[in-house]
């Protein structure tokens, strides 16, 4: 690092561009895990599928470009309708089914539906798309230099500004609007909320809606910095879920804080451990969260804000 800060040490500096890009990093998994915590709050189902929402948004983004000539941040929009629309199939085709039964724990059963949809779906794009790695051009294609201490490509900036602007408009919707708090009634009962005229099923199909559409975008605004590739959402998958299950399974609120931190965490442990225990620093902390606080860190106080 060159161009050093006066009065800031070399490990001190380094400690700091860490933290800087561990939040901007943290951005980005918190909008990505924002949409499994909204499904598991107001439906309480486990969507083992939502890498692959993800997956799907990034191709959604990639051929954007490369096949329709749009820029970078135009093709964030087909990212959220192609994660929008899997979570709309899924809800309505492959889910549908099992809430209308008569069967008993359909808990389990959504689970198992979900993860064989996400092995489906990358079957599929393997045959599609081939297993060839991709990558999206950046947003903003630039490096900034803040006080010659903290070096950070424009393209970070820019993808956690948006992710942080959706962050802010889930958070309006959830308080804001009826669509909000037809969510939050359905969190706290289902079927109280259906006995005072709340629509269960749609308003279900909004929720796997928006969190398929925010798994894309985030896939998307990660794709610059990660390849694109058929099973890519086992891996974003696996930061969504270390991030609901620090914060707390259906804690919106508990995904923002968890994102942040285990973005830190990760960057951090790159100063002082080895770069490629990177996934396992993350595991580490969700395991050090669930011995001292089973619940996640905000499960406790409430479920889905």
């Excluded at 486990?46 to 990639?62: I, R």
């Excluded at 064989?116 to 060839?132: G, H, K, M, N």
């Excluded at 279900?204 to 890519?232: E, K, R």
């Excluded at 879920?241 to 804080?257: A, R, W």
Aim: proline share 2%.
């Amino acid at each position: 690092m060159t161009g050093t800060c006066k009065g800031l040490s070399q490990m001190s500096q380094l400690i700091l561009q860490s933290i800087v890009l561990g939040i901007l990093q943290g951005g980005l998994y918190a909008l990505m895990a924002i949409g499994l915590s909204l499904v598991f709050g107001v439906l309480r189902v486990v969507n083992f599928a939502h890498g692959e929402f993800a997956m799907l948004g990034s191709y959604g983004a990639y051929f954007a470009v490369s096949q329709m000539g749009l820029p970078a941040p135009v093709a964030i929009v087909a990212a959220a309708l192609a994660g929008g629309l899997a979570g709309l199939v899924t809800n309505s085709f492959v889910l549908g089914p099992i809430y209308s039964s008569r069967i008993e724990r359909k808990g389990e059963y959504t689970i198992v539906a979900t993860f064989v949809l996400s092995q489906l779906l990358i079957a599929a794009a393997t045959v599609l798309f081939s297993t060839t790695y991709r990558k999206l051009p950046g947003l903003w294609n630039t490096n900034l230099n803040f006080l010659n201490t903290i070096f950070v490509s424009g393209n970070r900036i820019a993808a956690f500004a948006m992710a942080m602007a959706l962050v802010a408009l889930v958070f309006w919707i959830v308080y804001r609007t009826n669509l909000g708090r037809a969510w939050r009634a359905l969190t706290q009962n289902q079927l109280g909320a259906a006995v005072v005229g709340i629509d269960v099923k749609r308003y279900a199909t909004y929720a796997f809606v928006v969190s398929g559409a925010l798994a894309g975008v985030a896939a998307a605004l990660l794709a610059p910095l990660m390849f694109i590739f058929p099973s890519s959402g086992v891996v974003t998958l696996a930061k969504a879920f270390i991030v609901v299950i620090i914060g707390g399974m259906g804690s919106i609120g508990g995904s923002l804080v968890a994102g942040l931190l285990l973005g830190i965490i990760e960057t951090m442990g790159t100063i002082w451990g080895a770069s490629g225990y990177t996934d396992a620093y993350g595991f580490a902390l969700m395991i050090a969260v669930l011995l001292w606080r089973p619940q996640g860190l905000f499960g406790q106080k409430e479920r889905m804000v």
